[in-house]
């Protein structure tokens, strides 16, 4: 079965991935991305490996060092550990789906000879956090046509069908690392230090975004000072942790309006907002609505 927009991150951004079952570690999520706050999804990392392929519109897709667009009929291979987000541009409604397993799925056990001579050298070099994967070369399109296959394994699950998945995924996994050798041998290292310094730093925003909390706070969490936190933000995410921490803070809130179960205030008191004037005016700025509107939209929505 493919699951449905499902996002759900721990207390530093890690994704949840429900993988089928422990000994299935392999899961096939459909998202529109329009229907997430501000249409994007946003920073988060996860240890499963990810293919992620755009079924419609057009996404931008930002890591701490690059962005890229991708349109219809394009996928994107993202490394484990890797900070990303994905953002709806355009007119069009943007659909993706994306393969989540771990090396195992593909390997078959750990430190076998298929980790250590086709996974390893990928997965944990540090010189590809993503590869971008179009229709542009036959091995490429192979390989698209591979993710697509799997889907509809996973979709309408036939007898075998673990097997064929596996097998799909096999071939895109060798055409992958076949096709980028050469990028790998030449692409710098990512800077290790910056990314786990920001899993650190979310992870204290993430477990006290309720609390009154500072910059100097959250740069304790790493530590490392205030002038190095601002620029490890900088660096990585494009903002500061202030407005981090604001856009976080605006996010959870978006969740609990979705859910309906508090009153706007209660919503604004819990998420760390000094007033419920205040939370309106940076909701506002953040989501372009109240939240008073947001949620009127999202019980419109649903109807």
Excluded at 62 to 68: E, I, L, Y
Excluded at 140 to 164: D, I, N, R, V, W
Excluded at 180 to 192: A, D, L, Q, S, Y
Excluded at 257 to 286: D, K, M, Q, W
Aim: with cysteine; charged share 20%.
């Amino acid at each position: 079965m493919v699951l449905e927009s499902v996002f759900r991150t721990d207390k530093n951004s890690h994704e949840h991935v429900p993988m089928v079952s422990p000994g299935m570690p392999y899961i096939c999520i459909h998202s529109e991305v329009d229907s997430f706050p501000e249409r994007k999804i946003s920073w988060h990392w996860h240890t499963s490996i990810e293919f992620m392929y755009v079924e419609s519109g057009s996404v931008q897709m930002k890591t701490p060092d690059q962005t890229v667009v991708l349109t219809k009929g394009m996928a994107v291979f993202i490394n484990t550990g890797v900070l990303h987000e994905f953002i709806s541009i355009g007119t069009e409604r943007s659909c993706v789906f994306s393969h989540l397993f771990h090396i195992p799925f593909l390997s078959g056990a750990y430190n076998s000879v298929f980790e250590e001579k086709y996974f390893t050298p990928v997965c944990h070099s540090g010189g590809l956090p993503f590869w971008v994967i179009t229709p542009g070369s036959l091995p490429q399109l192979e390989l698209l046509t591979c993710l697509l296959k799997a889907k509809t394994q996973m979709a309408e699950e036939p007898e075998g069908y673990e097997f064929e998945i596996r097998s799909l995924l096999c071939r895109a996994w060798l055409i992958l690392f076949q096709e980028t050798r050469e990028i790998r041998r030449k692409m710098p290292v990512r800077n290790v230090a910056d990314t786990e310094r920001i899993k650190q730093m979310m992870d204290y925003i993430s477990e006290h975004y309720a609390e009154p909390i500072s910059v100097q706070d959250i740069a304790g969490a790493a530590d490392i000072s205030v002038r190095e936190c601002s620029r490890c933000f900088q660096r990585s995410l494009g903002f500061s942790p202030a407005a981090y921490l604001t856009d976080y803070r605006v996010r959870m809130a978006a969740r609990a309006l979705n859910e309906n179960a508090r009153t706007i205030t209660e919503i604004s008191e819990n998420c760390g907002f000094s007033s419920p004037g205040y939370f309106s005016r940076v909701f506002r700025e953040v989501l372009g609505s109240t939240p008073r509107e947001y949620q009127k939209k999202q019980l419109l929505s649903e109807k």
